[in-house]
């Protein structure tokens, strides 16, 4: 009889583990898909650099905001239940997106479509509930490889857009174009939401059922909920503010065509989002701590190489050959496989990253996984909503296009100390032998 409950639990967490990447790749790449469209729809519209990046920021607006909620959500009523209703709430949205023919009717509708976003802390919250705490790290890791979900656009997108006609199929009732990406999703999101709802355990598992919701919210009064929070904004917003941004920075400055552009993207998403199993793997072995040692210090490295700008340096010495006596001494730019090379470390990094700051939050918080974890993912997101913004403005202001590295060298930077700076003061509040246990030990910061 144990042994029929057991299988039964071993093909329930699977289904659900299967189910909800799935899905979870459905909803990311809904979520970022404006990050390739943006360009075709940047010229049938005639918008400015700014306005394609508050276009793809305000859908990653509303994919942060209710993260939290989500997670809480998830936690009372169960995953089966709010990840199938989170799809089709999004269905509509991306149909009226396809059908969308001016800038501020795009943008209301992807402030909607956005929606899609929140299935990350709902799917967290589900493969938490039913995975035991020794296999966590590696079942939240291949879940949130479904951010992998965000090169989907990027590898079909431009083919798409180049083999339907703008005129669509069916006298016009399939959009072509880039319209014809966004209607694809909503047929993909009717399929995906009837096959979680019947292939997944109707009998769900609900760890905050019977809880008050202020005891749910309890944990986030913890300073290091918001540490976490930090952490997520480097290796997560900025990995959807890089995601939506990349294309665009191919095409700008290097002069590449919307495919090459798509294309080299997809190497940074793909270890970005794939890698994230191992980093889970690598936080139950090794422990979260030092993997994010590792991840930031390498991606300080990486982005510090990234934010050198082109230039060089010429020196005036007149001589009687040559008068005006200018000679360039010393140049540098990098060249566009350097260029992706670092970006590439940089997505191994993020990739790695995700899963071990998700590692954290079980730990720290067992019963409260999806307030804590729905925080922290949305802040984090709120990351990838700021950031191509800040990306823009700081063009704008330097005219340096290496500033988005910097920017980003920043941010990674102050993370890294912070971090630091927690791990010397629970040493010297210690034992020295602490340092070994740093990961599964809950020291007051």
Request: proline share 5%.
């Amino acid at each position: 009889m144990m042994n029929n409950k057991t299988t039964k639990d071993n093909q329930g967490k699977t289904s659900v583990l299967t189910l909800s990447t799935i899905g979870f790749t459905l909803m990311f790449a809904v979520w970022l898909m404006f990050g390739v469209l943006g360009i075709p729809i940047r010229k049938e519209l005639g918008l400015t650099d700014v306005q394609l990046s508050w276009l793809a920021a305000i859908a990653i607006l509303n994919g942060s905001l209710w993260r939290l909620l989500f997670g809480i959500l998830a936690d009372r009523f169960g995953g089966r239940k709010v990840f199938t209703l989170l799809v089709l709430a999004t269905i509509i949205p991306s149909y009226m997106v396809s059908r969308a023919d001016t800038y501020i009717e795009l943008m209301i509708w992807a402030f909607f479509v956005g929606m899609a976003g929140n299935s990350f802390s709902v799917g967290i919250s589900w493969n938490s509930a039913w995975y035991p705490a020794e296999q966590k790290g590696f079942a939240l890791g291949v879940f949130g490889a479904g951010n992998v979900g965000a090169s989907v656009t990027k590898l079909i997108g431009p083919t798409l857009i180049t083999l339907i006609p703008a005129a669509g199929l069916a006298n016009g009732f399939i959009p072509g174009g880039w319209r014809f990406v966004p209607f694809m999703y909503c047929v993909l999101l009717i399929i995906m939401a009837i096959a979680m709802w019947v292939f997944t355990p109707k009998q769900d598992i609900t760890p905050g059922a019977d809880r008050p919701m202020m005891e749910m919210l309890k944990p986030l009064k913890y300073i290091r909920v918001w540490r976490f929070s930090l952490y997520y904004v480097v290796v997560f917003g900025a990995y959807v503010a890089l995601s939506v941004w990349l294309p665009k920075y191919y095409v700008d400055v290097y002069g590449l065509d919307l495919k090459h552009a798509a294309l080299l993207t997809t190497l940074f998403i793909f270890p970005a989002s794939l890698l994230r199993p191992l980093g889970g793997y690598l936080s139950d072995k090794f422990g979260a701590r030092r993997i994010m040692y590792w991840v930031f210090g390498l991606m300080l490295a990486a982005c510090f190489f990234l934010s050198l700008p082109s230039a060089s340096i010429v020196l005036n010495v007149p001589t009687s050959v040559d008068p005006s006596g200018q000679r360039e001494a010393f140049a540098f730019s990098m060249n566009v496989t350097w260029f992706t090379i670092f970006v590439f470390i940089v997505g191994v990094c993020m990739g790695v990253g995700k899963a071990a700051v998700y590692k954290y939050i079980p730990e720290y918080f067992p019963k409260d996984v999806g307030a804590v974890g729905g925080l922290v993912g949305m802040l984090g997101a709120l990351g990838g909503f700021f950031l191509p913004p800040l990306f823009a403005w700081f063009y704008q202001l330097t005219f340096i296009p290496q500033s988005t590295f910097f920017l980003m060298f920043l941010i990674t930077g102050i993370s890294f100390a912070w971090l630091h700076v927690t791990v010397m003061r629970l040493l010297q509040k210690a034992s020295p032998d602490l340092e070994h246990r740093l990961d599964f030990q809950d020291a007051h910061e």
